[in-house]
């Protein structure tokens, strides 16, 4: 997976990985007192206290906090701040101060676009004495799928477990060490059917649903987990010609700051129901009509398997089976969301009539009209 892949896929990466962000390291209290004895460096967007050498996407643009604090960690807010940077990049001031509604603490770092460790320090003109650096890698990474190496799918029955492992590598295939989540979860990108309100998005192993835990690659930079399969299929009835896929991925954590994965590498997976073992009244039962006469609602009924997934294709047969009368089909099948109906003009007796409905293995419903 190429790390610099479009925006939306990094955007949904982070949405499926979920990232954990760190909270803010800013002391409380009354305020400063004395002199500020250090830089407080973090995120400006969550607040997240900056992790020194922390790697990011070449490239990439930072908004960087730094805040002069004294021992106790209480912010100085109104002091000029100038600002330097090494190993590549930019910054877009050379110098921040109070003035007007600008914050004098937040700058915007343009990371370089080669690999290396870039640095940005800040010093204050106020107290020379007083200064701060924190450290980026820039760094391309890459996932691969060791096993299974299938480019984009994974097809498993329903609970089935299969092993994942990647390999987090640079993009000269040095193994990169540094923590890697799975997860699975609907991909948005694909138009969906009808998301199925019991669906599961399976386990992992080390983990729990849904997600793993964070894992840190071995010296080859590889993770392992196990994966089991849904019992719940995630989407049913999607109309014919659409696909919507539950992935399985991998991803390279991305930093406390929020930052988009950097590095990120899925498998697609495609579930089909199991066998049909169940056939349901959905709707049409219980109604009542007058003799010869047709029933307003039609007779539906949904075919599932064990787990109470649709399974589309089978045969349905129905018949009369008190009181005459007829149906508009005898013999229909289940379509993609494990429907089928029929229409029921009623016979002549008074009472109650029945219809059955069956699929094989002798498994079958009844319904039921009372006729006047």
């Known amino acids: 997976m190429n790390p610099r892949a479009p925006a939306g896929t990094r955007s949904w990466a982070a949405a499926l990985l979920g990232m954990a962000l760190w909270g803010c390291g800013g ?39 730094a805040t002069p604090v004294d021992g106790e960690g209480h912010p100085f807010g109104s002091l000029t701040q100038d600002w330097s940077v090494s190993g590549g990049g930019t910054l877009a001031h050379a110098e921040t101060a109070p003035a007007g509604n600008n914050d004098p603490t937040l700058n915007t770092w343009n990371i370089g676009s080669t690999s290396s460790v870039q640095a940005v320090t800040v010093t204050l ?20 799928r060791v ?32 923590p890697l989540r799975f997860l ?8 969906c059917g009808q998301a199925h309100p019991d669906a599961d998005l399976g386990s992992f192993s080390p983990g729990g649903v849904g997600a793993s835990d964070t894992l840190v690659p071995d010296s080859k930079g590889n993770a392992t987990v196990v994966y089991t399969a849904p019992t719940r299929l995630s989407v049913q009835g999607a109309p014919p010609g659409f696909e919507c896929t539950l992935d399985v991925a991998a991803g390279a954590l991305a930093s406390p700051g929020g930052l988009d994965v950097f590095a990120f590498g899925r498998w697609s997976l495609h579930q089909t129901a199991g066998p049909a073992v169940h056939i349901i009244a959905e709707s049409g039962d219980g109604q009542a009509a007058s003799s010869g006469a047709t029933l307003p609602n039609p007779l539906q009924v949904v075919v599932t398997d064990a787990y109470g997934n649709a399974v589309a294709g089978v045969p349905v047969t129905r018949a009369v089976t008190s009181g005459g009368g007829s149906l508009s089909a005898t013999n229909t099948t289940s379509d993609s969301s494990g429907r089928t109906k029929v229409t029921w003009t009623v016979g002549l007796a008074h009472g109650t009539q029945t219809v059955s409905a069956s699929i094989s293995g002798g498994i079958s419903v009844t319904f039921t009209a009372s006729v006047s």
């Open 27 to 65: 002391g409380g209290g009354t305020g400063p007192s004395g002199a500020p004895t250090r830089i407080l460096f973090q995120y400006a967007n969550t607040g997240g206290v900056f992790d020194d050498s922390v790697p990011v996407i070449p490239g990439y643009v930072l908004v960087v906090r």
């Open 125 to 144: 003109p106020a107290y020379p004495g007083v200064s701060g650096t924190i450290h980026v890698r820039a760094v391309n990474l890459e996932i691969v």
């Open 184 to 191: 699975a979860g609907i991909n948005p990108s694909y138009p």
């Open 147 to 178: 096993s299974p190496t299938t480019e984009q799918d994974l097809t498993l029955g329903l609970g089935q477990t299969v092993a994942l492992t990647v390999r987090l590598v640079t993009a000269e295939g040095q193994p990169f060490i540094w």
